[in-house]
Every structure is written in C-alpha cells, then in structure tokens.
T-cell receptor, first 111, second 113 residues
Framework: EPEVTQTPSHQVTQMGQEVILRCVPI?????FYWYRQILGQKVEFLVS????????KSEIFDDQFSVERPDGSNFTLKIRSTKLEDSAMYFC?????????FGEGSRLTVL | GQNIDQPTEMTATEGAIVQINCTYQTSGFNGLFWYQQHAGEAPTFLSY????GLEEKGRFSSFLSRSKGYSYLLLKELQMKDSASYLCAVRDISTGGSYIPTFGRGTSLIVHP
C-alpha cells in the first residue's frame, strides 16, 4: 500500500540552527501539506502546496519557514533559525479528494 | 475560520459501543475526516464524509449532517487497542480557493476491561 514517508524520524538541534525535514508524498497525490503537533496539543495546519507552489499558509508559517519540491518527488520543510517553541512533531500529508494520508512524522527537539 | 468541538475524553467498556461527536462551524464545507491517533504516532485515516448519511467500514461508522454541522464516529465491539485519541478534521475552501483540513482537539477514548 502506498504511503507517505518522512525523514528524519527524530532530530535534535540547537536553538538558532537550520533544520530541513523531508517528505516523499504518495506519487499520484496532488495536494501536499505540513502540519505540526506540539506535545499534548492539537494538530495544527502550517502550509499547503499544490501545482508546485504554496496554495495556503497559516499564521504559524512565518518567514522562518519555507517549503520546496526540489525534484518532483521530495517535499521539504525548512526552518531557518529554530526556536525552543518549534519543538514538535511535524507531519507531512498528501491528498486526493476524499483521502488525506499522513507520514509517520518527524520529531524535532530544539535545545 | 472554523470552530470544531469534540469532547475531551470518553471512557467505555471492552465489547461495548461508543459514539464520539463532533460539531463544527465553517463557511465553505468540503468534507469531514475522522482519524485515530495513538500516543506518539501519526494520525491514521479512518473515514471521510462529504454527503449526509452514514458510512460504515467494519467496526467503525461515521455519520454526517451538513445542515446541523454535526458528525459522529461510532465504534462497535470495542477492543482495548481502540484506546486512542480520535480526531475530527473539517475540510473547507479557503478564501484563496484551497482545500484545507483543520483539526479539532481530539477525543481521548479510554477502553477498560
């Protein structure tokens, strides 16, 4: 069964460092998303991506965040200068109408 | 924006039936998802409703009433492994025309023997 894959599964970084989280969406899916979930809190929308560009972004997705689809398969989330409050699980998801599947997540710990 | 409301926590007995409700308010409704999430894991897709009525899938069923802004997830023949958080997510059309699923806070279900 096709699945969304994410790497790394866990990353520990120092405050102020740059982090890149990677995702390979399901191949025939058209919409891609990044969500985050701070421990004990709800799943929060960050950004959606369609047709090789950002289609929507939330207030959380400020200038320190960026997304790219560099090679037609990978979908990356970059956090330029991490802050303590960026510690969370980051989930990539891909979708066609009627389906939205999540990857296993990347746990980011900022020290 | 959206307002999605679910109970915070529910408990039930193994073998029983439980109904988890979700109410929502949105201006451009385009479907409702239910997910199961075990602690420390990713949300797992359970169901999707876009038209009114009941969708049945094994032990799990999901119901939608668009006019009432209401859905429920029904779990039958509860098993201990069903102890998890159940997330209601509403997809609506943003002002930019994108389809964005937004999640509620989830309902923590505890199944006891």
């Amino acid at each position: 069964e096709p699945e969304v894959t994410q790497t790394p599964s866990h990353q520990v970084t120092q405050m102020g460092q740059e982090v890149i989280l990677r995702c390979v969406p399901i191949s025939n899916h058209l919409y891609f998303y990044w969500y985050r979930q701070i421990l004990g809190q709800k799943v929060e929308f960050l950004v959606s991506f369609y047709n090789n560009e950002i289609s929507e972004k939330s207030e959380i997705f400020d200038d320190q965040f960026s997304v790219e689809r560099p090679d037609g398969s990978n979908f990356t989330l970059k956090i330029r200068s991490t802050k303590l409050e960026d510690s969370a699980m980051y989930f990539c998801a891909s979708s066609v109408p009627g389906e939205l599947f999540f990857g296993e997540g990347s746990r980011l710990t900022v020290l | 924006g959206q307002n999605i409301d679910q109970p915070t926590e529910m408990t039930a007995t193994e073998g029983a039936i439980v109904q988890i409700n979700c109410t929502y308010q949105t201006s451009g409704f385009n479907g409702l998802f239910w997910y199961q999430q075990h602690a420390g894991e990713a949300p797992t897709f359970l169901s999707y409703n876009v038209l009114d009525g009941l969708e049945e899938k094994g032990r799990f069923s999901s119901f939608l009433s668009r006019s009432k802004g209401y859905s429920y997830l029904l779990l039958k023949e509860l098993q201990m492994k069903d102890s998890a958080s159940y997330l209601c997510a509403v997809r609506d059309i943003s002002t930019g025309g994108s389809y964005i699923p937004t999640f509620g806070r989830g309902t923590s279900l505890i199944v006891h023997p």
